[in-house]
């Protein structure tokens, strides 16, 4: 079974990277579609939307042409939307696509999946209680866990506030991660997102969405790789 990522943005190839290892033991990270034999994953970059619409509309083509994919999986941020009206962009945007490309629909061996990260990425990563302290030293952590606990409530439901000066939700989100991980001394980054990537981050998400239902949107991935997992490492 193959699986062919198209990525929204630049820190999820490098945490799926590294959490595939983990989630999907059994698949290998094929560099390049020449690589791409039996269990691997391959992946696409977009540069943010919509030019992810139009990496996916050429995965489509490219998989149509060599069948070995099981899986096209799109990973996209809600943001300001929903997950039901991001949802809907995509189908619209990429059908849209195809017809004005005529380019066929993807084959039907292949399933094709989106997952949809409420709001962001960085939403995702607020769900590790432990890297929040419960007295934090830094004056502008504190500000944000007076406003908002992310350790106790729905990193999922974080509004934004005016008070901070992030222009969006997502925006504040980042900001926030960005000072939990400050108060640890640990650098993140889109483009050098650290810890988040390594096993016991991964498996703090895991435990967070199975016991409070927190950062629900996970399960979209979660859910992928237990379709094809023989392995427990979910618990």
Same mark, same amino acid.
């Given at each position: 079974?193959?699986?062919?990522?198209?990525?929204?943005?630049?820190?999820?190839?490098?945490? %799926?990277?590294?959490?595939?290892?983990?989630?999907?033991?059994?698949?290998?990270?094929?560099?390049?579609?020449?690589?791409?034999?039996?269990?691997?994953?391959?992946?696409?970059?977009?540069?943010?939307?919509?030019?992810? %619409?139009?990496?996916?509309?050429?995965?489509?083509?490219?998989?149509?042409?060599?069948?070995?994919?099981? %899986?096209?999986?799109?990973?996209?941020?809600?943001?300001?939307?929903?997950?039901?009206? +991001?949802?809907?962009?995509?189908?619209?945007?990429? @059908?849209?696509?195809?017809?004005?490309?005529?380019?066929?629909?993807?084959?039907? /061996?292949?399933?094709?999946?989106?997952?949809?990260?409420?709001?962001?990425?960085?939403?995702?990563?607020?769900?590790?209680?432990?890297?929040?302290? /419960? @007295?934090?030293?830094?004056? /502008?952590?504190?500000?944000?866990?007076?406003?908002?606990?992310?350790?106790?409530?729905?990193?999922?439901?974080?509004?934004?506030?005016?008070?901070?000066?992030?222009?969006?939700?997502?925006?504040?989100?980042?900001?926030?991660? +960005?000072?939990?991980?400050?108060?640890?001394?640990?650098?993140?980054?889109?483009? +050098?997102?650290?810890?988040?990537?390594?096993?016991?981050?991964?498996?703090?998400?895991?435990? +967070?969405?199975?016991?409070?239902?927190?950062?629900?949107?996970?399960?979209?991935?979660?859910?992928?790789?237990?379709?094809?997992?023989?392995?427990?490492?979910?618990?």
């Amino acid at each position: 079974m193959n699986l062919y990522f198209v990525f929204e943005g630049k820190t999820e190839p490098k945490l %799926y990277r590294k959490w595939l290892q983990y989630l999907l033991p059994e698949y290998d990270y094929a560099q390049t579609l020449e690589d791409v034999t039996e269990n691997k994953y391959f992946f696409e970059t977009a540069n943010g939307i919509p030019s992810c %619409y139009d990496i996916a509309v050429n995965a489509i083509e490219e998989i149509n042409g060599m069948p070995i994919f099981d %899986y096209l999986i799109l990973c996209i941020d809600a943001e300001r939307l929903t997950i039901e009206e +991001r949802l809907d962009e995509v189908n619209f945007e990429i @059908q849209s696509k195809l017809v004005e490309k005529n380019i066929a629909n993807l084959n039907s /061996k292949c399933d094709f999946k989106v997952i949809v990260q409420n709001v962001c990425i960085e939403t995702w990563l607020l769900g590790n209680s432990k890297i929040a302290d /419960k @007295q934090p030293e830094r004056q /502008k952590l504190r500000e944000f866990v007076k406003f908002y606990n992310v350790a106790e409530l729905d990193p999922e439901l974080l509004p934004n506030s005016e008070i901070f000066g992030y222009a969006t939700t997502a925006k504040f989100h980042e900001g926030y991660l +960005r000072e939990l991980f400050k108060e640890k001394k640990i650098n993140y980054s889109k483009t +050098r997102p650290g810890d988040a990537q390594k096993e016991y981050y991964l498996n703090e998400l895991i435990k +967070r969405t199975n016991t409070t239902k927190h950062i629900d949107s996970f399960n979209s991935l979660l859910d992928l790789c237990r379709e094809m997992n023989r392995n427990d490492v979910f618990a």
